[in-house]
Nanobody
Framework: QVQLVESGGGLVQAGGSLRLSCAAS????????MGWFRQAPGKEREFVGA????????YYVDSVKGRFTISRDNAKNTMYLQMNSLKPEDTGVYYC??????????????????WGQGTQVTVSS
């Protein structure tokens, strides 16, 4: 069992930056692919990006590519989402999730077995 806790959300003006953290506990998240999702008001939850356990570049959806950076510190059981040049359309609840498949990145939330409770990000115009 893996417990995930997000932190770092808040209110920021457009063009600003935030850094989200996702801390895992219960068991090491070694071997897990870790993903970020977000859900805007009135919309379905969408995939933002993910990073595999094995060495490789993170994957991002086009809407955040070049602005968001995913990283992980396996020694600290923590994943990060650095968000720069934030836009109002980035507003939403951000969730981290864990997938026990270390080899592939899935955009489907159904693939991820463990979820955090979410952290609110609000970008004002």
């Amino acid at each position: 069992q893996v417990q995930l806790v997000e932190s770092g959300g808040g209110l920021v003006q457009a063009g600003g930056s935030l850094r989200l953290s996702c801390a895992a506990s219960g068991r090491t998240f070694s071997g897990y692919t870790m993903g970020w999702f977000r859900q805007a008001p009135g919309k379905e939850r969408e995939f933002v990006g993910a990073i595999r356990w094995i060495i490789g570049s993170p994957y991002y959806v086009d809407s955040v590519k070049g602005r968001f950076t995913i990283s992980r510190d396996n020694a600290k059981n923590t994943m990060y989402l650095q968000m720069n040049s934030l836009k109002p359309e980035d507003t939403g609840v951000y969730y981290c999730a864990a997938d026990s498949d270390p080899w592939s990145i899935s955009r489907s939330e159904k693939t991820y077995e463990y979820w955090g409770q979410g952290t609110q990000v609000t970008v004002s115009s």
